[in-house]
C-alpha cells in the first residue's frame, strides 16, 4: 500500500483473499506517507508490517493491539536520501515488537549488509544496542512466521548463527560499516567467514 502501489481498498481484497485461504499475510505499509497501512495490517490479521515510516499512534496502537511485528528498514531512507526514518522509539513505547530488515533490493535498497542496518537502527531510531540485537533475531523470526524454529539459543530451536570478532555486542552499532563476522554456523555446518582486509591489501606492490 503506498503511492504508485495498491490502494487500500485493493489491498484489503488481496488480503482478505490470503486470509481465506489460510495464507500468511505481510503488508508493505506507510512507507512514503500515512496511508493507513497498518491498520489494514492490524485489521487483517498480518504477520508484520513493513517500512512503517509515517504511521499514526492509531497504527502504532492497532498493531500492538493484534500483535504485528513492524519490521523496520533505515537502509531504504538512507538509500533514497530521505531524512525521516520510523519511529521505532514510539513502536517500542506502544508495545509494538519491533523487527530490522535491509529490504534488500535494487530500486530502493542495494544494501545486504545486516550489521549497517542494525547500527542505522541506534543511530537514526534511537532504539539501545540490545534493542537491535532482539530486532534482528528473534522478532525478525517472527516477522516471517519463524520465531518459535530460529531466532534465539534456545534447545530445540535451528542453530543458525553468526561468531562476531568483536568484545561485546554494543560494538555493532559503534563500529558501523565494518564486517567482522568471523564464522557462520549454517545447517549444521561451521563456515569460516574469509578476512575481508588482508595486510597484502595495504602493502605497496
Known amino acids: 500500500v ?45 504477520v508484520s508490517a513493513d517500512h512503517l515510516v509515517w504511521t499514526s499512534e492509531k497504527g502504532m496502537k492497532a498493531l500492538a493491539k493484534e500483535g504485528v511485528v513492524a519490521t ?6 538512507l538509500s533514497l536520501g530521505r531524512t525521516k526514518f520510523a519511529d521505532a522509539r514510539a513502536f517500542i513505547e506502544h508495545g509494538v515488537p519491533v523487527a530490522l530488515a535491509t529490504d534488500y533490493n535494487p530500486g530502493t535498497c542495494m544494501c545486504p549488509n545486516m550489521l549497517l542496518i542494525m547500527a542505522l537502527g541506534c543511530l537514526h ?19 516471517v512466521g519463524r520465531g518459535m524454529q530460529t531466532g534465539s539459543l534456545r534447545e530445540g530451536k535451528d542453530a ?21 563476522v568471523r564464522y557462520v554456523v549454517a545447517g549444521g555446518g561451521v563456515i569460516k567467514a574469509p578476512k575481508v582486509f588482508k595486510k597484502k591489501y595495504f602493502q605497496e606492490s
Do not use: Q, W
Open 160 to 180: 543458525d548463527l553468526l561468531v562476531l570478532d568483536i568484545d561485546t555486542y554494543k560494538e555493532i552499532p559503534y563500529r558501523f560499516g565494518e564486517n567482522f
Open 125 to 143: 531510531m534511537k532504539m539501545t544496542a540490545e534493542e537491535v540485537l532482539v530486532a534482528a533475531t528473534i522478532n525478525g523470526a517472527a516477522a
Open 72 to 77: 523496520l528498514m533505515p537502509g531504504t531512507v
Open 2 to 46: 503506498d503511492e504508485s502501489a495498491f490502494t487500500i481498498e485493493e489491498a484489503r481484497v488481496i488480503l482478505t483473499a490470503a486470509r481465506d485461504h489460510d495464507m500468511p499475510r505481510k503488508l508493505h505499509a506507510d512507507e512514503m506517507a500515512d496511508d493507513h497501512g497498518a491498520e489494514l495490517a492490524a485489521e487483517m490479521g498480518c
